[in-house]
């Protein structure tokens, strides 16, 4: 089954990402952790994404397309970062997942989607 595994956003990272002593450690330590994914055969993507305050979004509403400007409310319904996983099952994303170092300098989540598999909607 493919996941996909959403590092949610926090305060810090809507700043930006600013290469300091700290951040570069928990970099290497994700890097680290990827190649460990990557060994294990179960990787397939990953990346980080810039801050809210780079993005835009475009509500629909019938034939009516609103385009919204970030920064977003709500940070910690926003998302950092994501990987895609092949896994055997839940348990096996959850176990991994807390293998995981902290994302952020200070008390992040991590969320787990099943993704959809479209050959099912044939």
């Known amino acids: 089954m493919r996941v996909l ?17 700290d951040t570069m450690k928990m970099m290497e330590e994700m890097g680290k952790f990827n190649d460990e994914l990557e060994k294990a055969g179960i990787f397939v993507a ?3 994404l810039k801050p809210s305050s780079a993005g835009k979004r475009v509500a629909f509403d019938g034939a009516s397309r609103t ?3 970030g920064p977003f ?7 950092a970062g994501f990987w895609i996983w092949e896994v055997k099952d839940m348990d096996e ?3 991994w997942v807390k293998r995981c170092p ?8 991590i969320e787990i989607r ?3 598999d479209m050959d099912g909607w044939q």
Do not use: Q, R
Request: cysteine-free; overall charge negative; proline content about 14%.
């Open 46 to 48: 990953a990346d980080g």
């Open 5 to 21: 595994v959403l590092v949610k956003a926090t305060k810090d990272s809507e700043k930006g990402f600013f290469p300091t002593p």
């Open 73 to 79: 409310a709500a940070t910690s319904e926003l998302v």
């Open 102 to 109: 902290n994302p952020m300098p200070g008390p992040s989540e």
């Open 67 to 69: 385009i919204i400007d």
């Open 93 to 95: 994303a959850i176990s």
């Open 114 to 116: 099943p993704m959809e």
